[in-house]
């Protein structure tokens, strides 16, 4: 398998990442993760600019224009023969000798880029039948708008979920619920549709910017608009969104089943919404 290492095509076994590298010392980097299905990018050019903007965030200067990375990313898909699957890439500061907490100066570091492929097909079963969700807190940062990979707080919490035999996080602050641990999360009560806000305390998701679109051209009523662990209680349906899993029903919440307990009718549609922009974009 190939991956992308810096601007260069090599085999895995070829990549070397210095020990002082910022990424390993301080996760002082940031990440995107896009899908292909028929050997073409979906929302490519979403993906690739939340990267630049998360590089913007913490003053990353990165080292290629999108475009040169578009031309890697499709470079690196057709090499590979990735048909339907992920690229994982990632950027970091770079190496930073003596360890230092202050960014170094951009003209002192090269940032250092990678990008790693695998093939995944869409869990049409996993889809049909959805999965669970246990309620943590949230215990993440303030910039969560920002695609860090930094990434404890969600790993913490979805090890909590996992010890306990549930498949996915559901975070909240004092009551409010922000997203999953790797997802943005979503609720329908009578018919409509709610997600948190974009804002710094949620990802600015790109399946959710989706979602959001084909559920607003079809009529569905839809509101960017928070909302507690008791409306979720009272809810009739739950999904979580992300690039790598579409819209995924949550059918049990704490062990208690969402609504009948089976998928439902609003996610369901918006399923089939998600797979009729994937097939209008990458074909079917
Ligand atoms: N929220 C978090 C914390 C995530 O890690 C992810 C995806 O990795 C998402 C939301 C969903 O983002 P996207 O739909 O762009 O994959």
């Known amino acids: 398998m190939k991956v992308i290492w810096n601007d260069e095509i090599v085999e895995r076994s070829e990549v070397k990442i210095d020990m002082e590298d910022r990424g390993y010392q301080f996760a002082d980097g940031i990440y995107d993760v896009v899908r292909a299905y028929n050997g073409k990018f979906f929302t490519l050019n979403e993906h690739v600019d939340r990267l630049f903007s998360s590089a913007e965030k913490i003053e990353l200067r990165l080292p290629f224009t999108k475009e ?31 360890r230092n907490h202050p960014y170094p100066d951009p003209e002192e570091v090269s940032p250092v880029f ?48 996992h010890k306990k035999g549930a498949d996915e996080a559901i975070l909240h602050r ?50 960017e608009e928070a909302f507690t662990l008791e409306d979720l209680k009272k809810s009739d349906e739950v999904f979580a969104s992300s690039t790598t899993m579409e819209a995924m029903p949550i ?33 079917k």
């Open 174 to 223: 004092e009551g409010i619920v922000t997203e999953c641990s790797s997802s943005n999360v979503w609720m329908i009560k009578n018919d409509t549709i709610y997600t948190h806000p974009d804002g710094n305390l949620v990802l600015p998701g790109i399946t959710k910017l989706v979602l959001l679109r084909v559920a607003q051209n079809a009529g569905l009523s839809v509101k």
């Open 68 to 98: 040169k990375l578009k031309e890697m990313l499709s470079e690196l898909i057709k090499i590979n023969n990735i048909d339907t699957g992920n690229v994982y890439m990632q950027v970091t500061r770079g190496i930073g000798i003596p």
């Open 114 to 161: 990678t990008a790693t492929t695998t093939i995944v097909a869409r869990d049409q079963e996993k889809m049909d039948r959805g999965m669970s969700a246990l309620i943590v807190p949230d215990l993440r940062w303030l910039r969560c708008d920002i695609k860090s990979i930094s990434l404890l707080g969600n790993i913490m919490a979805k090890h909590e979920a």
């Open 251 to 283: 059918t049990s919440i704490d062990g208690n089943p969402v609504g009948t307990g089976q998928r439902g009718p609003v996610v369901k549609k918006l399923q089939q919404l998600y797979v009729d922009a994937v097939e209008n974009e990458c074909g």
